[in-house]
């Protein structure tokens, strides 16, 4: 049984205007029980609503999400979620942010503390367990979540471009970490990004989206060998051998997402 | 008039409350000439009030304002003393403060709740909110200083009318703060909440409320002014005792210089709740990030 399956799912979003925007149509996706699959498509093109069908946080207009062929009809909680911007409670402290997940569920004060120490430990150097969010920088504040979703133990991680706002070099670093605390548990991965090398990278299987109404166009088996160190996997021959593939695949979706904004904003000026 | 004394009390009541990591102490230096700015702001805002109250002074010695009208700060100064020395007409002046400041801090208190909870309930669910919408938008467009003459004849002369007058006016500020704050939640909050396993109570208590704090805590400053406005206009509609009596019984009598002693008294009380309360807003804000202190601005 696949940990997570998208079949031929549509979603459709009511527009200002009142009329309706497609956002992805007819799309079918599975990933493996601990698969890492990336998705990457241009911008606009709905990956990110992927990840709200998996998560139950919207429901698919026509299709079904099945994770652990148990059709999606709510927010599941053994569902992690990080999300591209910060998502972290800013009024509480980075211990109590990590601790948060655990005392919602029921666990003890003492008890989530401990957690939640142990989770800081693993994402990064303790000692900022008393400051709050905006005291940290952005890469700390991405460890902080990470700590808080892969605290819960999910059996199913999805990924929103967690790293899009991170300069290159903490990407990288941050790419390594994340490829290791995966392995610790193992969940089923949905990591989207509009950034190629990194789901490159990262992933077990590369899933290229469409320019919007956003359907699976490609996948691609990346067979690199793990552990892997993302700063220097990208010279690896068969990552620019899977790179060109996925670039010819990918090259079109990304002229014609282009296209488009350019058009419209020739239109609005 | 001594300058300094009367301004110590400042620069207290605007620094923000200790955040648990200050950061590190402005170089000594600057630190005094942060200082030295302070104490000539605090010397201009004297001269200011100082060269307003010789005007008006000598406006009155060379019968350009007459006191009758207008009364005189000397008059006002010797209303005071003699309130203070031999207490009012009805009572020590202490009592008179004592009962506004209760009905005004009751009916702030009731109020704020209130506007909290149905605030943040209207807020969180949309039925409630599509239900009580047009009511709530009748209820704000009624003068509600009117239903003061309607509560003094129904609850009397006590404290009662005055301090259901001041919820009714405190109530609908922070109300529609409330309400609005809960509606500009970020919704990556929320989310995260709900996956990471809360219940709606929780989503409600650890999401909602702190963050919507930031827009309850700015009705607040305008509140303690209309709860206090409540209880003065409770007691001049009819009461025997208070602010708002010691006024009106003032303006009976003709004398001005007692309506302006006792707006003096008012305006000092407002003041003491505004520093208290931007004492209240840094110690619950003290998560925010330093320029976004309101306190910060003002100096």
Known sequence: MAAIELRNVTKKFATADGGTYTALKDLSLTVEDGQFCAVVGPTGCGKSTTLTLVSGLELASAGQAVVHGQPVRGVDTSTGFVFQQDAVFPWKSVLDNVAAGPLFRGTARPAANGLARDWLRRVGPAGFEDRYPHQLSGGMRKRVALAQTLINQPRILLLDEPFSALDVQTRAIMSTELLQLWDQTRPAVIFVTHDLEEAIALADKVVVITAGPGTVKAEFDIDLPRPRVVQEIRFDPTFVRLYGQIWEALRDEVDEAYARTTTLSTVAS | ?299
Do not use: Y
């Open chain 2, 1 to 299: 008039m001594s300058e300094t004394p009367l301004r110590t009390d400042l620069p207290a009541a605007a620094a923000p409350a200790a955040a648990p990591t200050t950061p590190p102490d402005p170089s000594p230096s600057r630190r005094r000439r942060g200082g030295r700015r302070r104490l000539a702001l605090a010397a201009a805002r004297t001269a200011i009030v100082v060269a307003l109250l010789t005007a008006w002074q000598v406006g009155v010695a060379t019968k350009v304002v007459d006191p009758f009208f207008w009364g005189e700060p000397t008059g006002v100064w010797d209303q005071l003393v003699t309130w203070i020395t031999e207490g009012t007409p009805q009572g020590s002046l202490a009592e008179q403060i004592f009962v506004t400041l209760e009905e005004a801090v009751l009916g702030f208190v009731i109020g704020v709740v209130l506007g909290i909870v149905f605030g943040i309930a209207l807020g969180r669910v949309q039925l409630l909110a599509e239900l009580f919408a047009p009511f709530l938008k009748v209820a704000n467009s009624i003068p509600r200083i009117i239903l003061g003459a309607i509560f003094t004849v129904a609850f009397g002369f006590g404290i009662q009318s005055k301090v259901i007058l001041a919820v009714v006016l405190v109530f609908f500020g922070v109300f529609f703060n409330a309400f609005q704050g809960t509606r500009e939640v970020d919704r990556n909050l929320l989310a995260n909440a709900r996956l990471l396993g809360a219940s709606p109570w929780r989503v409600t208590r650890e999401v909602v409320l702190p963050s919507a704090f930031t827009w309850i805590l700015a009705s607040l400053h305008i509140s303690f002014g209309f709860a206090l406005i409540g209880a003065i206009v409770g007691e001049l509609l009819g009461a025997d005792k208070g602010l708002g009596l010691l006024i009106r019984s003032s303006q009976n009598n003709f004398s001005m210089n007692g309506v302006l002693a006792g707006m003096v008294l008012v305006a000092i009380i407002a003041l003491v709740a505004e520093a208290l309360i931007t004492v209240l807003e840094n110690r619950l804000l003290s998560w925010r990030p330093p320029q976004f202190h309101g306190g910060a601005a003002v100096e």
